[in-house]
């Protein structure tokens, strides 16, 4: 079966043959299937606004193909174009990039660049509007009246009212406090159970990771330096260490509760799971 998206051989140099070249991107290998949860780690400088920009073809390769359902995107202009709306990019603080006077204009852009009906984009823009939890009333105000939090679900319901079959998002909590991150991180995870999209988020935040995704690859240094489960990942604490990266705050918790002599389990890697963990310990009267 095709990959959502399927990466080979992709390298990428900024500004090549010049005394500033850059090589951001060294030979990636990836296949990413439909309906998957990628979560994507790294250092800052590591590659991953990079990768992510190939996805849609915002950026070509300087060598290698990127292939979205099966196609390779730069084999013509039009494949060119469909993978815009096949692929949906929400970069990192997108509220930054509203600029219609209302918010459903906001929204509908997308679509409307789409060339959909009338009425077709004022389903988009409800639907979308709904899943980012912005209400009605306030599709006709305009996005600059709105607060931090409000601007980022708008901008990200435009990418959704675009309905791409994968949709990427570059560091989409950035910025908002803990309870906004928790609800943007939930907020993508029910659109992702309730679409069966694929999905792939790039962030800093191990917890956030741990919370949403299936399978996490690290870059470093341009190169996937791991592929695997969250387990798989967050076992290899040193290594993780030593690009500059950490395992979640909990998990660490747990091995220190570990030496200390508790049976508890070391893959533990959200609050939510070690509560869970620590509640059914405490019934099993497993603890003193
Ligand atoms: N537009 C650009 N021009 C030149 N170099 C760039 C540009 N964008 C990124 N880079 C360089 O490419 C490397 C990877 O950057 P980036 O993909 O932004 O990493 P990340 O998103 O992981 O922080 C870094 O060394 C960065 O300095
Ligand atoms: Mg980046």
Redesign the pocket.
């Known amino acids: 079966m095709n990959c959502a998206i399927e990466i080979r051989n992709l390298s990428h140099l ?2 090549p043959g010049t005394p ?1 070249q ?1 090589t ?2 060294k030979d990636i290998n990836l296949r990413i299937g439909h309906g998957e949860i990628l979560g994507i780690i ?10 992510i ?1 190939h996805f849609n073809g915002l950026l070509k390769p300087s060598s290698g193909t990127v292939l979205v359902d099966g196609e390779d995107i730069h084999k013509d202009k039009e494949t060119l174009r469909s993978s815009r709306f096949k692929v949906g990019l929400c970069f990192q603080y997108p509220e930054y990039q509203l600029f219609e006077e209302t918010v459903f204009k906001d929204i509908a852009f997308g679509p409307k660049n789409m060339k959909l009906s009338d009425d077709e984009i004022k389903q988009r823009v409800l639907r979308a509007a709904q899943y980012t939890g912005v209400p009605e009333e306030m599709l006709e105000k305009s996005p600059f009246d709105l607060s931090g939090g409000e601007k980022r679900r708008v901008a990200i319901a435009g990418v959704m009212a675009m309905e791409p079959q994968v949709l990427v998002f ?1 560091e989409p909590a950035a910025g908002l406090d803990p309870s906004g991150r928790k609800a943007l991180i939930n907020l993508i995870k029910d659109y992702h159970k309730k679409t069966g999209c694929t999905v792939i988020v ?1 962030s800093h935040s191990m917890e956030d990771i741990a919370r949403l995704a299936d399978r996490l690859i690290v ?1 470093n240094g ?1 190169t996937i330096a791991m592929d695997g489960s969250l387990h798989d990942v967050f076992s290899r604490s040193e290594e993780l260490a030593g690009m500059g990266l950490d395992v979640p705050e909990v998990t660490k918790i747990f091995a220190q509760i570990r030496e200390r002599g508790f049976d508890v389990p070391l893959d533990v890697y959200s609050v939510e799971y070690a509560e869970k963990t620590i509640l059914s310990m405490l019934e099993g009267g497993n603890v003193q």
Do not use: F, N, Q, R
């Open positions: 900024y500004s500033s850059v951001a991107l790294g250092h800052t400088g590591s590659g991953k606004s990079t990768l920009s570059d790039v870059i341009g």
